[in-house]
């Protein structure tokens, strides 16, 4: 294990691979990325894999859309397949409270870039017979949203990274944090000490414990999420297809073309909690079968679970924090960095190496729930 690195990046998922990533490409390989587990261990390797710009708030609206931008070019730049597809998403309504809703997003997503666009009942029937629209009013679409496969991207940036020269300790568990006066002045792992001036808590749902080993708290708070897989069927879904008022969200898989899926639970008590259960299955099929009706008859192959870290308004905390330096956040994606990963990584890599970012992600900083500058993200799955 090296004994010192310019930076220290603690967490192995999509946030801190993209991180190193860019920091790589800006030229400034002394990177070391530590995960205590296998890479893409709490979320990255669980989740279902889509890849959205339908947001109801700017800045995670611009972070999706130039990350889109990236994520269409990206598995060329990594030279390893991650089968993104742009096939879209399809948020649907079931009430007049919802299509208000979604209409207004409509407007801001517009407004910012974003092609999404609304689709009454009878379109939507038309362009997927087999969705139900007896109850479906209608929805927005977006035919520039897609879906990838999230361990591949994940074996990508690690592959590439390495070949960069980026070091990355997978199974090493950081064990606490050396700070001197607000100063970070190393990582200590049960490997061994890691000298370094710069930390990156790109930790997921675990960035709560990271922070509180230099002296920072966290609102942030894990949640299990459950997820299954059906048997592997012909290719018909193209589009993602999600509900806000259900929580749900169901897709095919590409090239598997398996149906995968989950649901949020109301019911859900915070913790780390990764087991699956039976009474997912339940929830989740019942609501399935009433978008989908013809996959009654569809076996569930597989099921699993994973976490999301999230935050008071579901938006991510980005950037320093006051009162230390160099104590660099990335997390409190609740559910959604694999999305906007790509814009993100660069942005705090420029923070690193520049200062600055070129976009402005000070509205994301941890501060603003100090200052009650809090504006909550309302399309959040589950």
């Known amino acids: 294990m090296k004994r010192s690195a310019e930076v220290v990046i603690v967490g192995g998922g999509i946030s801190g691979l993209t991180i190193a990533y860019h920091l790589a490409k800006m030229g400034h390989t002394d990177v070391v990325v530590v995960e205590r587990r296998y890479l ?5 390797g669980r989740c279902g894999g889509g890849i959205r710009q339908q947001w109801s708030t700017e800045e995670n609206i611009v972070l999706a859309r130039e990350s ?5 070019r990206l598995e060329e730049e990594l030279g390893y397949p991650i089968y993104y597809r742009q096939g879209g998403y399809l948020v649907t309504a079931t009430t007049e409270e919802e299509v208000r809703d979604i209409k207004r997003n409509i407007k801001l997503q517009n407004s910012l870039g974003v092609p999404s666009r609304w689709m009454e009942a009878d379109e939507i029937k038309e362009e997927w017979p087999w969705i ?3 109850f479906v009013i209608g929805g927005s679409f977006c035919p520039t949203d897609g879906k990838v496969m ?10 590439k990274l390495r070949e960069m020269g980026v070091r990355i300790y997978d199974f090493t568990e950081v064990r606490g944090v050396k700070v ?14 890691i000298e370094t001036g710069i930390l990156v808590n790109a930790a997921g749902a ?7 080993m230099v002296g920072v708290e966290l609102p942030n708070t894990p949640y299990r999420h459950e997820i299954a897989v059906t048997e592997p069927l012909k290719y018909f879904l193209e589009p993602m297809v999600i509900n806000f008022r259900y929580g749900i969200y169901f897709t095919q898989t590409w090239p598997r073309t398996e149906i995968v899926g989950g649901i949020g639970n109301p019911e859900e008590k915070p913790g780390y909690n990764m087991r ?34 999230v935050t008071p308004d579901a938006r991510p905390i980005l950037g320093d924090v006051d009162g230390y330096d160099r104590f660099i956040q990335a997390h409190g994606y ?20 520049d200062g600055k970012t070129s976009l402005p992600i000070d509205s994301l900083n941890l501060r603003r729930f100090e200052e009650g500058k809090v504006i909550r993200e309302a399309n959040v799955v589950g």
């Open 150 to 159: 999230p361990p591949r991207v994940v074996w990508a940036y690690a592959r």
């Open 132 to 134: 139900n629209t007896d």
């Open 334 to 353: 609740s559910g959604h960095g694999l999305m906007i990963s790509p814009m993100v990584g660069k942005l705090i890599a420029e923070l690193i190496v």
């Open 180 to 193: 001197e006066e607000g100063k970070i002045r190393g990582v200590i792992t049960d490997k061994g000490e």
């Open 206 to 212: 675990w960035s709560r414990e990271i922070a509180r």
């Open 40 to 44: 893409g261990y709490g979320a990255t």
């Open 68 to 72: 889109v931008r990236m994520w269409e």
């Open 276 to 309: 699956a259960s039976p009474g997912f299955l339940n929830m989740y099929t019942k609501v399935l079968i009433r978008f989908m009706p013809c996959l009654r008859h569809v076996k569930i192959e597989r099921q699993w679970a994973g976490l999301y870290d």
